[in-house]
T-cell receptor
Framework: DAGITQSPRHKVTETGTPVTLRCHQTENHRYMYWYRQDPGHGLRLIHYSYGVKDTDKGEVSDGYSVSRSKTEDFLLTLESATSSQTSVYFC??????????????FGPGTRLTVT | AQKITQTQPGMFVQEKEAVTLDCTYDTSDQSYGLFWYKQPSSGEMIFLIYQGSYDEQNATEGRYSLNFQKARKSANLVISASQLGDSAMYFCAMREGTDSWGKFQFGAGTQVVVTP
């Protein structure tokens, strides 16, 4: 199994509070991703990283920021949580083939509830 | 705009039967990758199979095969000899070309229930 962990696994927070989710990998992969999963939408990409300090937005990046200061850690921050950000958040890492990201390995997910 | 379409929200299949899960995609890139993932009720995401846009042969992995029809932009997953453990949500995903290599996009998924 790919070495990828997420913390916390569950969190309940109040509207307006900041929240940071952590993704940690032991595989030394360049590509890391944050997704959210909501019923009827599959997984939607929030942000991704292609190296230390190299990040880019996905399709649902509003209200989220990320940081990657080390290869192994990718942090997702909700600056001011809203109820619409209640979701299950998945981190993923990706191997490369010919320089392109290939198979993704997913973390166990974080269930976030914003009340 | 939705780039990955899975038109079957749910389906039932009998054990030992084959099942085909539909996936169509939209891209103008020549180089792209197509992936299928399985998500059981426990929640983890499991990679099943990959097809590159330049691959001439359909990908196969054990009981999984990908019916790749490039001109139709379809990448259907075929599960042969279904087992009860195949009951899960299945997602089709695409990674587009060089300029947006990191941007994987997923379909909404198809829920498969295998019955005895």
């Amino acid at each position: 199994d790919a070495g990828i962990t997420q913390s916390p696994r569950h969190k309940v927070t109040e509207t307006g509070t900041p929240v940071t989710l952590r993704c940690h990998q032991t595989e030394n992969h360049r590509y890391m991703y944050w997704y959210r999963q909501d019923p009827g939408h599959g997984l939607r990409l929030i942000h991704y990283s292609y190296g230390v300090k190299d990040t880019d937005k996905g399709e649902v990046s509003d209200g989220y920021s990320v940081s990657r200061s080390k290869t192994e850690d990718f942090l997702l921050t909700l600056e001011s949580a809203t109820s619409s950000q209640t979701s299950v958040y998945f981190c993923a890492i990706s191997e490369e083939a010919g320089g392109a990201p290939y198979e993704q390995y997913f973390g166990p997910g974080t269930r976030l509830t914003v009340t | 705009a939705q780039k990955i379409t899975q038109t079957q929200p749910g389906m039932f299949v009998q054990e030992k039967e084959a099942v085909t899960l539909d996936c169509t995609y939209d891209t103008s890139d020549q180089s792209y990758g197509l992936f299928w993932y399985k998500q059981p009720s426990s929640g983890e995401m499991i990679f099943l199979i990959y097809q590159g846009s330049y691959d001439e042969q359909n990908a196969t992995e054990g009981r999984y095969s990908l019916n790749f029809q490039k001109a139709r932009k379809s990448a259907n997953l075929v599960i042969s000899a279904s087992q009860l453990g195949d009951s899960a949500m299945y997602f089709c995903a695409m990674r587009e070309g060089t300029d947006s290599w990191g941007k994987f996009q997923f379909g909404a998924g198809t829920q498969v229930v295998v019955t005895p």
